[in-house]
């Protein structure tokens, strides 16, 4: 399918009673495997350069994860923090109104994204319904009221955990008992996090926003939870010292995962760091001349565009829960995602050997090549 981008005007009353217009948009990729697949996200830089970057990578991570999706995104160019719970419902609705004919259970499912979250999956839902009946499926990361599914929220984390034990098994290696450090503590970092300290890997070094905190003896990651609810911090833990944020990259660790934003790792740092294997939890953590650097010292990286797709993947068991009207408990939908991510490694790690090529190399490989033959098998190819 060719590449569209629609672009509506959203004009909506603030609460006192003026009125002010937004531009939201949807970026739609390709078709060829499925409906297509991607978040809303809500960010006053909505660039839609970026967008369409981010939904032609959502075609090729959902056919690396071989789930029957394309690839989508859109967004709306506003600063959730500056309007309240009813402007920013409004605005969702009048998103919806404008986009309700080009999104569908067969067609394209939208997902929260940066600065929007279930409640705004919920409103579109709603909204949706009205001009279409009730269809649960035509959205996903929902409340589980509303046909979420159990599992979702720490989805993402989970399948980056699945990847490592993956990628470390290659090695003969194991989670436990390597060192790990993790840039980033939100949803993902800090259930990547919670999930190492588990299965006995020691976290020594974590980082987010408010600082950065070391210990070489491994954090205790449950008590670092309650600190960073309790405070909205990481700084002032007593189970372990401060750290440069800045140093946090280059400290001596097994494993590096950055969870956090973009370009994180460039050829300022690339050639400091002292982790062997590098997990890229985050989108597009690492530039590309880092990624030459890191690649050249022997560095493994596992891309994002495998690693971070647990998120996906358990939307689309939401998406089968939700056209199927049949809920699958927790452990189901953990031993699926275990299921899919590994079953996604050994792909990747077959279509390095035959090519001769790194994991990314062979990820990106393997998701052009199963787009490219649903495009030729539909008869699309002229």
């Known amino acids: 399918m060719v590449f569209l981008d629609y672009q509506v005007e959203c004009t909506i009353p603030k609460d006192d009673g003026t009125l002010v217009s937004y531009v939201g948009f949807r970026i739609q990729h390709d078709n060829a495997r499925g409906p297509m697949k991607g978040g809303i996200r809500y960010h006053p830089e909505v660039d839609p350069d970026e967008v369409n970057a981010l939904a032609q990578l959502m075609t090729w991570k959902t056919a690396v994860a071989d789930i029957p999706y394309g690839g989508a995104k859109g967004g709306i160019g506003c600063s959730p923090r500056d309007l309240s719970k009813s402007e920013l419902e409004r605005l969702t609705r009048v998103f919806t109104q404008k986009i309700h004919d080009l999104i569908g259970i067969h067609t394209d499912v939208p997902a929260p994204d940066m600065g929007t979250n279930a409640q705004t999956m919920a409103w579109i839902l709603d909204e949706y319904s009205k001009f279409h009946g009730h269809s649960p499926a035509v959205v996903t990361g929902k409340p589980i009221d509303l046909g979420g599914s159990l599992g979702r929220e720490a989805a993402t984390g989970r399948g980056v955990v699945y990847a490592t034990e993956a990628l470390l098994a290659e090695y003969w290696k194991a989670v436990k008992g390597l060192t790990f450090i993790i840039q980033g503590f939100g949803n993902v970092g800090s259930w990547v996090a919670r999930l190492i300290h588990e299965r006995g890997g020691k976290v020594i070094a974590v980082s987010d926003v408010t600082g950065a905190v070391k210990n070489q003896n491994g954090i205790d990651i449950p008590q670092l939870l309650k600190h960073k609810e309790t405070t909205g911090s990481l700084t002032g833990f007593s189970g372990g010292d401060s750290l440069d944020p800045s140093e946090l990259l280059v400290h001596e660790c097994d494993v590096l995962v950055p969870c956090a934003l973009g370009g994180v790792l460039n050829r300022e740092n690339a050639a400091h760091v002292k982790a062997k294997f590098i997990i890229e939890a985050a989108n597009h953590p690492t530039d590309p001349e880092a990624d030459e650097i890191l690649s050249k010292k022997g560095v493994i990286i596992l891309p994002d565009i495998y690693a971070n797709a647990g998120g996906v993947t358990v939307s689309y068991f939401e998406w089968v829960q939700n056209i199927q009207g049949f809920m699958w408990d927790e ?52």
């Open 331 to 382: 452990d189901k939908v953990n031993k699926e995602l275990k299921r899919y991510m590994t079953q996604a490694f050994h792909n990747i790690k077959t279509m390095c050997q035959t090519h001769h090529c790194n994991l990314r190399m062979g990820a990106f490989t393997l998701g052009v090549n199963r787009v490219a033959r649903a495009t030729l098998l539909r008869g699309w190819e002229a």
